[in-house]
Protein backbone atom coordinates (compact mmCIF):
# COMPACT_ATOMS: atom_id res chain seq x y z
CA UNK A 1 0.00 0.00 0.00
CA UNK A 2 0.98 3.76 -1.04
CA UNK A 3 1.38 6.29 1.76
CA UNK A 4 0.89 9.98 0.98
CA UNK A 5 1.98 12.18 3.17
CA UNK A 6 -1.03 14.07 5.16
CA UNK A 7 -0.03 17.67 3.76
CA UNK A 8 -0.06 15.98 -0.16
CA UNK A 9 -3.64 14.83 0.66
CA UNK A 10 -4.99 17.71 2.08
CA UNK A 11 -3.42 19.56 -1.32
CA UNK A 12 -5.39 17.24 -3.32
CA UNK A 13 -8.55 17.53 -1.63
CA UNK A 14 -8.47 21.49 -1.59
CA UNK A 15 -6.98 21.70 -5.89
CA UNK A 16 -10.60 19.46 -6.19
CA UNK A 17 -12.79 21.61 -4.04
CA UNK A 18 -11.16 24.71 -5.93
CA UNK A 19 -11.52 22.70 -8.91
CA UNK A 20 -15.36 21.98 -8.32
CA UNK A 21 -16.24 26.32 -7.09
CA UNK A 22 -14.45 27.32 -10.95
CA UNK A 23 -16.87 24.89 -12.72
CA UNK A 24 -19.92 26.27 -11.18
CA UNK A 25 -19.63 29.52 -11.18
CA UNK A 26 -18.76 29.90 -15.36
CA UNK A 27 -22.79 30.25 -15.88
CA UNK A 28 -23.92 33.05 -17.73
CA UNK A 29 -24.32 35.99 -16.26
CA UNK A 30 -26.97 37.57 -13.97
CA UNK A 31 -29.32 39.15 -17.11
CA UNK A 32 -29.28 43.27 -17.55
CA UNK A 33 -32.14 45.33 -16.46
CA UNK A 34 -32.59 46.15 -19.26
CA UNK A 35 -34.63 43.24 -19.69
CA UNK A 36 -37.33 44.01 -17.84
CA UNK A 37 -37.61 47.64 -19.38
CA UNK A 38 -38.40 45.47 -22.65
CA UNK A 39 -40.82 43.45 -20.75
CA UNK A 40 -42.51 46.57 -19.90
CA UNK A 41 -42.41 47.75 -23.70
CA UNK A 42 -44.23 44.36 -25.06
CA UNK A 43 -41.59 43.06 -26.52
CA UNK A 44 -42.71 39.24 -27.56
CA UNK A 45 -42.16 36.91 -25.00
CA UNK A 46 -40.14 34.66 -27.76
CA UNK A 47 -37.98 37.53 -28.46
CA UNK A 48 -37.43 38.31 -24.72
CA UNK A 49 -36.38 34.51 -24.22
CA UNK A 50 -33.47 34.39 -27.01
CA UNK A 51 -32.30 37.59 -25.66
CA UNK A 52 -32.47 36.56 -22.04
CA UNK A 53 -30.05 33.54 -23.07
CA UNK A 54 -27.93 35.23 -25.74
CA UNK A 55 -29.18 33.83 -28.67
CA UNK A 56 -28.86 35.00 -32.26
CA UNK A 57 -32.27 37.01 -33.59
CA UNK A 58 -33.71 36.30 -36.20
CA UNK A 59 -35.50 39.58 -38.73
CA UNK A 60 -38.82 38.68 -36.84
CA UNK A 61 -37.16 39.67 -34.20
CA UNK A 62 -35.52 43.07 -35.14
CA UNK A 63 -38.60 43.74 -36.20
CA UNK A 64 -40.34 42.96 -33.19
CA UNK A 65 -37.94 45.34 -31.44
CA UNK A 66 -38.31 48.08 -33.64
CA UNK A 67 -42.16 48.20 -33.73
CA UNK A 68 -42.18 48.03 -29.99
CA UNK A 69 -39.76 50.99 -30.14
CA UNK A 70 -36.51 49.87 -28.86
CA UNK A 71 -33.89 52.09 -29.72
CA UNK A 72 -31.34 51.53 -32.24
CA UNK A 73 -28.27 51.85 -30.78
CA UNK A 74 -29.50 49.31 -28.21
CA UNK A 75 -30.77 46.49 -30.82
CA UNK A 76 -27.28 46.93 -32.43
CA UNK A 77 -25.22 46.56 -29.36
CA UNK A 78 -27.01 43.01 -28.53
CA UNK A 79 -26.68 41.94 -32.40
CA UNK A 80 -22.70 42.29 -32.27
CA UNK A 81 -22.44 40.80 -28.68
CA UNK A 82 -23.95 37.75 -30.71
CA UNK A 83 -21.12 37.93 -33.25
CA UNK A 84 -23.17 36.58 -35.79
CA UNK A 85 -23.88 37.86 -39.27
CA UNK A 86 -27.00 39.20 -39.77
CA UNK A 87 -28.06 38.75 -43.45
CA UNK A 88 -31.04 40.89 -43.92
CA UNK A 89 -32.56 41.39 -48.08
CA UNK A 90 -33.05 44.48 -49.23
CA UNK A 91 -36.81 44.15 -48.81
CA UNK A 92 -36.18 43.26 -45.09
CA UNK A 93 -34.49 46.55 -44.51
CA UNK A 94 -37.03 48.44 -46.31
CA UNK A 95 -39.42 46.47 -43.78
CA UNK A 96 -37.57 47.58 -40.81
CA UNK A 97 -37.15 51.42 -42.53
CA UNK A 98 -41.44 51.42 -42.56
CA UNK A 99 -41.68 50.25 -38.97
CA UNK A 100 -39.28 53.17 -37.97
CA UNK A 101 -35.96 51.64 -37.36
CA UNK A 102 -33.42 54.60 -36.65
CA UNK A 103 -30.44 55.01 -38.98
CA UNK A 104 -27.96 53.36 -36.73
CA UNK A 105 -29.83 49.73 -37.01
CA UNK A 106 -30.39 50.44 -40.76
CA UNK A 107 -26.45 51.08 -41.60
CA UNK A 108 -25.54 48.29 -39.14
CA UNK A 109 -27.54 45.63 -41.24
CA UNK A 110 -26.46 47.12 -44.24
CA UNK A 111 -23.07 47.25 -43.64
CA UNK A 112 -23.33 43.63 -42.29
CA UNK A 113 -24.97 42.17 -45.04
CA UNK A 114 -22.26 43.93 -47.68
CA UNK A 115 -20.10 41.79 -45.70
CA UNK A 116 -21.43 38.85 -45.59
CA UNK A 117 -23.42 38.60 -49.08
CA UNK A 118 -22.70 39.54 -52.29
CA UNK A 119 -25.44 41.69 -53.42
CA UNK A 120 -25.75 44.56 -56.32
CA UNK A 121 -23.70 46.61 -53.76
CA UNK A 122 -20.40 45.11 -54.11
CA UNK A 123 -20.58 44.03 -57.89
CA UNK A 124 -16.46 44.26 -58.07
CA UNK A 125 -15.99 41.14 -55.67
CA UNK A 126 -18.95 39.46 -57.58
CA UNK A 127 -16.90 39.77 -60.85
CA UNK A 128 -13.79 39.02 -59.34
CA UNK A 129 -15.64 35.43 -57.85
CA UNK A 130 -16.60 34.41 -61.33
CA UNK A 131 -13.63 35.86 -62.56
CA UNK A 132 -11.84 33.01 -60.45
CA UNK A 133 -14.17 30.35 -60.74
CA UNK A 134 -14.30 30.20 -64.71
CA UNK A 135 -10.64 30.41 -64.16
CA UNK A 136 -10.65 27.34 -61.76
CA UNK A 137 -12.61 25.48 -64.19
CA UNK A 138 -10.14 26.26 -67.36
CA UNK A 139 -6.96 25.26 -65.07
CA UNK A 140 -8.62 21.77 -64.32
CA UNK A 141 -9.50 21.47 -67.72
CA UNK A 142 -6.14 21.88 -68.82
CA UNK A 143 -4.24 18.09 -69.81
CA UNK A 144 -1.65 18.51 -67.00
CA UNK A 145 -3.93 17.46 -64.52
CA UNK A 146 -6.56 15.65 -66.00
CA UNK A 147 -4.13 13.20 -68.05
CA UNK A 148 -1.79 11.13 -66.12
CA UNK A 149 0.54 10.54 -69.61
CA UNK A 150 0.79 14.38 -70.20
CA UNK A 151 4.70 15.65 -70.74
CA UNK A 152 4.11 19.18 -71.73
CA UNK A 153 4.98 21.96 -69.30
CA UNK A 154 2.83 22.90 -66.58
CA UNK A 155 0.49 25.57 -67.22
CA UNK A 156 2.34 27.74 -64.76
CA UNK A 157 5.68 28.75 -63.81
CA UNK A 158 8.02 25.92 -61.84
CA UNK A 159 11.71 26.17 -60.19
CA UNK A 160 13.27 23.10 -59.25
CA UNK A 161 14.29 22.92 -55.66
CA UNK A 162 17.44 24.28 -55.36
CA UNK A 163 18.61 21.60 -53.56
CA UNK A 164 18.91 19.95 -57.30
CA UNK A 165 21.86 21.93 -58.77
Same mark, same amino acid.
Given at each position: ??K !????????V?V?F?L?G??TT %?S?? =????P????L?K??V??? &???RI?????LG??????L????V???????Y?RS?R???NFTQ?????LV???AD %????N???R?????????Q???????LLR??R??R????D?? !? &????Y??? =? =? !?DYV?P????
Amino acid at each position: MIK !FPPLFAAAVVVFFVLAGCATT %SSQM =PPPPPYLAQLEKMGVAPA &TLDRIANARVLGFEDVLELVRRGVPGDRIVAYLRSTRAPYNFTQPQINALVRAGAD %STLVNFVGRDAGDFLIDAQNENQQARLLRDARFRRELWQDPY !F &TDPTYAGA =P =P !FDYVWPALWY
